[in-house]
Every structure is written in structure tokens, then in C-alpha cells.
């Protein structure tokens, strides 16, 4: 059941002749990756799986290719260290407030339009309607900021305009996109978006 929207977004990517067994991917907060990462990852060429928590790099390893490259860190502060880049990031990033300092997707997605190639792939999370948003103000606060809206409840394609111009800020032109949602929880989305670094040719 957890893997249903990743197969959809893999699906998805095939049919427009999305090149994946040549990529190299990332999987930004990998967990165990037995949700999402250990279907992809024999999919395509080279696969990277970060996590910050050590208790998971057990499972993590077990779940994954034996030739995955996995590292214990905060992916925030790795990805401003390596000199790595990726054809596809997933941003299987968690809901709400974390660690402190994150939120969401919302600073993870510039490292992840930092650790792309000129052009790639970048999935990630999109919580429309947040449950009990109102209880945790941190959260919503951040939301707002972000979404520059009151987003306690985001349109489908209030979603889908704000982050073609979100890429665009970030010096990426979108070249298609789906919101693929994920059936374990209502009102959540793995948002797919094929970009490419404006005013360059692809690696």
C-alpha cells in the first residue's frame, strides 16, 4: 500500500521517456527504505539513500541494493558539503515542524535543486489539507510563509502553479508535472516535476 503513489510516479516518468536505468537518485530522507526506496532504487543506475537517524542504517542497508551508497547525517547540512550531483531527488520529506530547524520540504528543496544536474527529476511530499493544522501554530506559520496564502487548504492547481514559479525562482524551468497522490493518508500528494537549469543544456 505504501508503495502505490512511487509506482505511479515511476509509471509516470516511463511514459514520458524519462531515461531512469541511466540516473543517478537520491533519496533525501531515506528512513528504512522500505516505503518508496526500495522499489525505485533497482530501477535505476546508481542509487544514494541519506538519513539522519543511525537506528535505521541497519534496515536502511538491508532494504537497498547492496551497491547503494548510503550515509548517517543531516541531509540539510550534507547536501551544502558534497560535491555530488543527481539526476532525481525525492523528497520524501516528513509533515510538520522537524529537528528543530526544518519543515516540510520547504528547506530541503533548495538542496535539492543544488545537488541536481542541469536537468533531473525532483518528487516530493505536498500536504493540501494538513490535519489539526490549527493545533501546532509552528506549522502553520511556516505554511503560510511558505505558500505566501493562508494553506491550511491548498487547490490542486493553486499547487501546481506555485511551484512551477517556486522552480523558476530557483533558476529551473518546469517541464511537466503531475500530483500523484499517496492512498495511506487524504490530502497528500507526491508532486513529480522534471526540470531543467535555465539557460543551459543538460549534462
Given at each position: 500500500?505504501?508503495?502505490?503513489?512511487?509506482?505511479?510516479?515511476?509509471?509516470?516518468l516511463?511514459?514520458?521517456?524519462?531515461?531512469?536505468?541511466k540516473?543517478?537518485?537520491?533519496?533525501?530522507?531515506?528512513?528504512?527504505?522500505?516505503?518508496?526506496?526500495?522499489?525505485?532504487?533497482?530501477?535505476?543506475?546508481?542509487?544514494?539513500?541519506?538519513?539522519?537517524?543511525?537506528?535505521?542504517?541497519?534496515?536502511?542497508?538491508?532494504?537497498?541494493?547492496?551497491?547503494?551508497?548510503?550515509?548517517?547525517?543531516?541531509?540539510?547540512?550534507?547536501?551544502?558539503?558534497?560535491?555530488?550531483?543527481?539526476?532525481m531527488?525525492?523528497?520524501?520529506?516528513?509533515?510538520?515542524?522537524?529537528s528543530?530547524?526544518?519543515?516540510?520540504?520547504?528547506?530541503?528543496?533548495?538542496?535539492?535543486?543544488?545537488?541536481?544536474?542541469?536537468?533531473?527529476?525532483?518528487?516530493?511530499?505536498?500536504?493540501?489539507?494538513?490535519?489539526?493544522?490549527?493545533?501546532?501554530?509552528?506549522?502553520?506559520?511556516?505554511?503560510?510563509?511558505?505558500?505566501?496564502?493562508?494553506?491550511?487548504?491548498?487547490?490542486?492547481?493553486?499547487?501546481?502553479?506555485?511551484?512551477?514559479?517556486?522552480?523558476?525562482?530557483?533558476?529551473?524551468?518546469?517541464?511537466?508535472?503531475?500530483?500523484?497522490?499517496?492512498?495511506?493518508?487524504?490530502?497528500?500528494?507526491?508532486?513529480?516535476?522534471?526540470i531543467?537549469?535555465k539557460?543551459?543544456?543538460?549534462?
Amino acid at each position: 500500500m505504501r508503495d502505490i503513489a512511487i509506482k505511479r510516479v515511476i509509471s509516470f516518468l516511463l511514459e514520458r521517456k524519462v531515461p531512469l536505468r541511466k540516473m543517478k537518485a537520491l533519496d533525501f530522507f531515506a528512513r528504512e527504505g522500505d516505503w518508496q526506496t526500495a522499489y525505485y532504487a533497482p530501477l535505476v543506475e546508481e542509487i544514494h539513500a541519506w538519513e539522519i537517524n543511525p537506528e535505521f542504517e541497519e534496515n536502511l542497508r538491508k532494504n537497498l541494493p547492496s551497491n547503494a551508497h548510503i550515509a548517517i547525517g543531516d541531509s540539510h547540512a550534507m547536501s551544502k558539503k558534497t560535491h555530488e550531483r543527481f539526476d532525481m531527488v525525492v523528497l520524501d520529506n516528513p509533515l510538520g515542524c522537524y529537528s528543530s530547524n526544518y519543515c516540510e520540504h520547504f528547506d530541503a528543496l533548495e538542496c535539492a535543486t543544488l545537488l541536481l544536474r542541469d536537468s533531473g527529476v525532483i518528487v516530493l511530499n505536498v500536504k493540501t489539507r494538513p490535519y489539526n493544522l490549527d493545533r501546532f501554530p509552528e506549522w502553520k506559520r511556516r505554511r503560510d510563509e511558505f505558500y505566501e496564502i493562508d494553506a491550511s487548504n491548498l487547490e490542486l492547481d493553486f499547487v501546481d502553479q506555485f511551484y512551477k514559479k517556486k522552480f523558476s525562482s530557483l533558476g529551473f524551468d518546469l517541464e511537466f508535472s503531475k500530483l500523484v497522490e499517496r492512498p495511506q493518508e487524504e490530502h497528500l500528494y507526491e508532486y513529480v516535476a522534471p526540470i531543467r537549469r535555465k539557460n543551459n543544456e543538460a549534462n
